[in-house]
């Protein structure tokens, strides 16, 4: 078990309210599924558990898991409702019932305003990623739904920090909860950290392309301070040829879905992203972390670089720096309890070298669940006759009007053509790299 597991766990089965401080990656959401699983009766079709989550990536995820988990139990049905997707389906979903229900504040205080979704069984409330959804502003939507749930129930809160907002919601809506805590999920040796001053006149771009080709990761993400800054650095390296994709908050749903497909499948080697955004992202062998700013607080940069050497893998962790800042950095080493020396940049001579790719690249077909198409028949198509190696397919990932397949990039062009001139079940359609 993982160090949040073995301290939430025997509370949360004792039927405790519980709050859970650990980051992304800490297997908090196998903890919680766990302990509702544990008490769910699934002979009452009745909507027993709900999980509230900031974003419709994080639902899908943990309703995921929570099936994974589940699949031993018989005829057990976990709903996912969020908002960006249409209304009506979801109402007629619920009207066959369900026992978890996995949403977004926004979407499930709609319901319970509509009377489509009815929690007088409520047995369990989870929040999950709770300082997010304060920090997006679900904290009116999260009180409304407490209004409609039954007072006698587990309350379980997980948070990757702990600010006052967190205390104070705590305060209202729990019963004498355990507090569990855990700082680290992996030893430091697992994360090398390196720290660079740069000078006053120095290019802080320059220094960021020097360690991208440097240390030629896979897949990094660099953090940046400000939407609009986000946006730039990844416009920059960009036109300089890497792989890379931004995450900030004023991104379309449909654009924000894009980034996140090409950077997990692999095909942008390169996430630029600010904390608020960056939160909750489940991203497995992430290589480096870059800090194009050092963090305002040393909590976030724990949190920030806490994302690589996952899972007994070796990760790097890079902050840049101006001299004013040194206040920070001496914060810091107080807070990790360590030094760490300052490094020389790499030399300007890696600009010469060629851009390294990512290894994937993505195709969107313009057809999905509504036309029943299913990942197999993608693969099928791929895979099939003069078609390319199943090897060379990576993630294919099905929505209701569209669907990405990540194929490696040497067999790009290949995927292309199987793919617009065969026909997908009995029908032909557009299919483009992005």
């Not at 027993?48 to 994080?58: A, D, F, G, I, S």
């Not at 950290?193 to 740069?198: D, N, P, T, W």
Request: glycine share 6%; hydrophobic share 35%; net charge positive.
């Amino acid at each position: 078990m993982t160090p949040i597991q073995a301290q939430s766990l025997p509370p949360i089965l004792d039927g405790k309210d519980v709050i859970a401080q650990g980051k992304t990656g800490s297997g908090k959401t196998a903890a919680f599924t766990l302990g509702l699983l544990e008490k769910l009766d699934v002979k009452r079709f009745r909507v027993q558990t709900l999980v509230l989550c900031p974003t419709r990536e994080l639902a899908d995820q943990v309703a995921n898991e929570i099936r994974k988990l589940a699949r031993t139990i018989h005829n057990i049905k976990v709903l996912t409702l969020c908002g960006g997707m249409p209304f009506g389906p979801q109402a007629g979903s619920l009207e066959h019932g369900a026992h978890i229900i996995v949403g977004t504040p926004g979407r499930i205080e709609d319901h319970l305003n509509r009377a489509t979704l009815k929690l007088n069984d409520l047995t369990t409330l989870v929040l999950d990623e709770a300082d997010r959804m304060l920090d997006m502003g679900f904290q009116d939507a999260i009180d409304a739904i407490i209004d409609h749930i039954p007072k006698q129930r587990q309350t379980l809160l997980f948070s990757a920090t702990y600010p006052e907002q967190i205390e104070s919601i705590a305060k209202r809506i729990m019963h004498k909860p355990v507090v569990v805590k855990t700082t680290e999920t992996h030893d430091n040796t697992s994360i090398q950290q390196f720290l660079f001053q740069i000078d006053d006149n120095q290019d802080r771009l320059t220094a960021l392309r020097l360690l991208l080709q440097q240390y030629r990761p896979e897949s990094a993400v660099v953090f940046c301070n400000t939407k609009k800054e986000t946006q730039e650095v990844a416009d920059e390296l960009s036109h300089c040829g890497f792989c890379t994709v931004a995450l900030h908050g004023d991104l379309e749903q449909r654009e924000r879905d894009q980034t996140l497909i090409r950077f997990a499948n692999k095909s942008a080697s390169i996430l630029v992203a600010t904390d608020v955004a960056a939160r909750g992202l489940d991203i497995d062998a992430l290589d480096a972390v870059i800090n194009y700013h050092i963090a305002h607080d040393p909590e976030v940069h724990l949190h920030r670089i806490g994302r690589t050497g996952r899972a007994g893998s070796q990760g790097i962790a890079c902050t840049l720096y101006y001299e004013k800042e040194q206040h920070k950095i001496a914060q810091l080493e107080t807070y990790l309890e360590q030094n760490i020396e300052p490094q020389s940049l790499p030399p300007l001579t890696l600009l010469k070298k060629p851009i390294y790719k990512a290894t994937m690249t993505t195709l969107q077909i313009d057809g999905g669940k509504k036309q029943k198409l299913r990942p197999g028949d993608i693969l099928g198509a791929l895979t099939g006759e003069n078609g390319i190696n199943g090897n060379e397919v990576g993630k294919i990932k099905v929505y209701s009007t569209w669907s990405y397949v990540a194929v490696r990039r040497e067999a790009a062009k290949t995927a292309l053509n199987k793919l617009r001139e065969g026909k997908l079940k009995g029908r032909s359609f557009r299919v483009r790299q992005i």
